[in-house]
């Protein structure tokens, strides 16, 4: 099995026209493409603009994706290119933070955005987030939690985790699953749905 | 299907672990599933917060703005690479042009070498300059009185000495350009400095007085160096 076949599946349906496949690609992504673009720029809410900017140029420059690299390589490109400009654009203009009274509800989304990554509520949001994913690894059989920590944290695949535990491929699936189900069991007790909610879409 | 094993599915794929026909088909269903859109991304918030990345504001509602903006863009048409052609028509292509970037090629150098020769040979036009000046004074003085009985060579109008260059600098342009000239304009122009001191002491000499073979010799120097 080639790595990236998902990626490649999603990719292929939004070459096609399917727009819902792109949704899956962002909600996949735009933690990794947010953190990478953090490199450059100052705060969240500017990383979460570039993200954005990102994510709608790949949209569009997608028709030419071929395929010659991994679809995150690519993306990750787009990522540094916008940022690195997001930081020129920045620096040439003045910060202004006046409310622009030709397009007040832009200036309210800014606003709003400012509030929900700047702050210290929105930094209390994603450690709570943390700490409840934390907890319920922690409240995991060790078989399960091993296997979802070699997965996300360490990065291997199911076939070098089957390596190192000593089980079937098979089984590093079930696992890695059934530790997933646990903790967005977890998470949604914790948000009452508000998560799920929030990133839903459509 | 089972919604566990559904959901198993969707964990392997997150994963890039899920066989590429199963990938297909649940691609297709993720989608247009939200509730499977909306675990899907729990997944990679899980993710992100296992590996304490702090960066984004889970309920930032990155994704639904993405979504929303893409809603006003057009439909995407995949095109086709400008590359997409098979191997064999793409060798085919590039090799109908090679002929003539090797033609285009030579006939650079050529030009350049023209180019460069003109260039780097300065010496050349002076002496052949000198050898076509020098030598009338020679065929004033020997080969046309054997025009007579040499019907090979043309023989050059004569020429007042006055238009020779004087014997010291023409002495002075012989030892300065030996090592460039070729023995033959060498020793076509020594003659040529033995003649014109001989033509400065005798004004008119005897027309027998050169040696048949040499007189040939500088003749054919004059032809070599290209004068009438």
Known sequence: MSADTSDLSLVRRVQRGDRGA????????????????????????????????????????LPQFRG????????????????????VSRDRSPVDYDLDVQNPDESYDMQSRLKDSETPEGL???????????????????????AIVLRELEGLSYEEIAAAMGCPVGTVRSRIFRAREAIDRRLREVFEGGLGRAEEIG | MSNEELDSQLSAMFDDELPAPQCELLARRLA????????????????AAIRAERS????????????????AEPVLVAVPAPDARSPHARATAARWWQPLLGGALAAGVAAAAILWLHAAAPVVPAVAQLAATVPDAVTTQSVASDAADSDSYV??????????????????FVVAHSEFSTPLLRRSALSALVAAEAATSTPTPPPQSAPHGQRQDESKAVHAAGAP
């Open chain 1, 22 to 61: 792109f949704d899956a690609l962002v909600l996949k992504y735009q933690h990794k493409v947010v953190k990478l673009v953090m490199r450059y720029v100052r705060n969240p809410a500017e990383a979460e603009d570039v993200a954005q900017e990102t994510f709608i140029k790949a949209y569009r420059a």
């Open chain 1, 68 to 87: 010659d690299s991994a679809f995150y390589t690519w993306l990750y490109r787009i990522a540094i290119n916008t940022a690195k400009n997001a930081v």
């Open chain 1, 124 to 146: 209390v949001l994603t450690d709570e987030i943390r700490a409840t994913v934390n907890a319920a690894i922690d409240a995991l059989p060790e078989d399960l939690r091993t």
């Open chain 2, 32 to 47: 247009r599933d939200d509730a499977l859109k909306a675990r899907w991304g729990r997944y990679a918030a899980m993710g």
């Open chain 2, 56 to 71: 984004l504001s889970l309920d930032s509602g990155l994704a639904r703005r993405v979504s929303t903006a893409i809603a």
């Open chain 2, 155 to 172: 023989v050059p109008p004569a020429v007042e000495s006055a238009s020779f260059a004087p014997p010291t600098e023409l002495a002075d």
